[in-house]
Nanobody
Framework: QVQLVESGGGLVQPGRSLRLSCTAS????????MGWYRQAPGKQREPVAT???????NYADSVKGRFTIARDGAKNTVSLQMNSLNSEDTAVYYC???????????WGQGTQVTVSS
């Protein structure tokens, strides 16, 4: 059974940093792409950052220059270093893993990030 387990969420003051981690277990094939999505109250889930098995990254415009995604392919882990956090970053953050053939998507249970003074 595939599981994505996230850690690292919490309450942080504006301008501070937080690091999220996610480990995928039970996968037969190493994910082609892993990433982070977030969903704020009343809003749709949106992509934050993704990274392919080849190391290609993609970031939402709102987090470019502040967030950094990294991946350990051997361990099927992905992390998200979040700096200069602001209130608009408050959301539930979900880890995502994709296998392209056959096309399969996996999600973590989500971890809450709250940015507030």
């Amino acid at each position: 059974q595939v599981q994505l387990v996230e850690s690292g969420g919490g309450l942080v003051q504006p301008g501070r940093s937080l690091r999220l981690s996610c480990t995928a277990s039970g996968m037969i094939y190493s994910p082609n792409r892993m990433g982070w999505y977030r969903q704020a109250p009343g809003k749709q889930r949106e992509p934050v950052a993704t990274i392919t098995s080849g190391g290609r990254t993609n970031y939402a415009d709102s987090v470019k220059g502040r967030f950094t995604i990294a991946r350990d392919g051997a361990k099927n882990t992905v992390s998200l270093q979040m700096n200069s956090l602001n209130s608009e970053d408050t959301a539930v953050y979900y880890c995502n893993a994709e296998v392209w053939v056959p096309k399969t998507t996996y999600w973590g249970q989500g971890t809450q990030v709250t940015v507030s003074s």
